[in-house]
């Protein structure tokens, strides 16, 4: 989005709290004792910026000024300093999954996920990536638009067979699934339509991006692949029918449905749990499948698997919605837009 609030005079400073070489290896086993450190020395650099901010309008705050601790910097930014925020979430951050982990009070004290309430009561504007987010955050303040996760249309292209229905090339299709660690394990949702299908003597490659190197599935063969910021667009082109499966439950009401609008905006067809911003924009049977249950999930990836024509529907409509609405080209300026009617002037630092 900086770029849209620079072009109309904005001076933009962007500061991340973890840098980009540190965030590349955080979820890598193992090194815990240079994680916290670093950690640790990141939350006081944090705390000292905040202390020693001058000339500033406002503060454009995504999810939380630091990965730890409690509502510090927003403290000292909004009653110290006076400062409007603008605050950005696009996940129910609230929520924690802390039973996964073996010390959930420490960390509950660590990560402090109510901190986003203090945030949310004290900003000028709160900006949800879902109706479900935006609603929750119209109950601490008036003040909510609701702006999409995105990416952006230009570079976010189908292949040019994909709009055809066609499959990318002559051998098995691609069944396909781009994600995180964290999330991978969904995909134990989708593992009984895969083994039926397989059983029914149906052909397709397995392909799975960013669900670590140790990823599998039972009854299931995986081709796995590390993810990568600068392969992430082909590696969803590559992709003939993509798979969106979510678990139901509070966290995962939370979720803004990116991976189903990535998956429209490079024209792959796709079959989607009916959970979290998914079900803002996706219509089963015009610009995805909505799968309840495992045979949902058998029924419409055989669909896909057979007719071009349900592929082609799919593509093109889930497309168009795309360069409708759903793209960076769109939201930008909706963005700058609400920084400027929200803090009364075009220009801030």
């Not at 009916?274 to 949902?296: M, T």
């Amino acid at each position: 989005m900086l770029p849209y609030l620079r072009a109309r005079g904005w001076n933009v400073h962007f500061m991340p709290f973890v840098e980009d070489d540190f965030f590349s290896g955080f979820y890598a086993k193992g090194n815990r004792l240079n994680k916290a450190k670093y950690l640790a020395s990141r939350s006081l650099h944090r705390l000292a910026s905040a202390a020693v901010t001058s000339g500033l309008d406002a503060v454009f705050i995504q999810r939380e000024a630091a990965l730890i601790g409690p509502a510090y910097t927003e403290f000292i930014l909004h009653s110290l300093k006076r400062l409007p925020i603008v605050f950005d979430f696009d996940d129910a951050i609230w929520h924690y999954d802390l039973p996964r982990s073996r010390h959930p009070i420490a960390a509950r004290v660590l990560k402090d996920p109510n901190k986003c309430w203090y945030t949310m009561r004290q900003a000028e504007l709160v900006i949800a990536g879902s109706i479900y987010l935006a609603g929750h955050a119209r109950a601490v303040n008036s003040k909510v638009e609701v702006v999409p996760t995105v990416v952006p249309s230009a570079t976010w292209t189908p292949l040019p067979v994909r709009l055809d229905g066609a499959f990318r090339r002559q051998s098995a299709p691609r069944i396909g699934w781009v994600g995180s660690h964290s999330t991978a394990h969904q995909l134990e949702l989708v593992e009984p339509a895969l083994r039926q299908l397989r059983a029914d003597g149906y052909e397709f490659e397995l392909h799975v991006v960013g669900a670590g190197d140790d990823f599998a599935l039972d009854t299931a063969e995986v081709q796995s692949r590390p993810w990568r910021l600068d392969e992430e667009i082909q590696e969803f082109q590559r992709i003939d029918i993509g798979l969106a499966p979510m678990h139901s439950g509070p966290v995962y009401e939370g979720k803004c449905g990116f991976k189903q609008i990535q998956y429209m905006a490079v024209g792959v067809p796709f079959v989607s749990s009916w959970v979290g911003g998914a079900r803002d924009f996706v219509v089963d049977g015009e610009n995805g499948l909505v799968a309840h249950d495992a045979q949902d999930w058998y029924r419409h990836l055989k669909a896909l698997l057979e007719s071009q024509e349900l592929r082609r529907r799919l593509s093109r409509n889930g497309r168009r919605l795309v360069e409708r609405e759903y793209c960076l080209e769109r939201q930008g300026p909706r963005v700058a837009q609400c920084f400027e009617e929200t803090l009364g002037h075009a220009r801030a630092s």
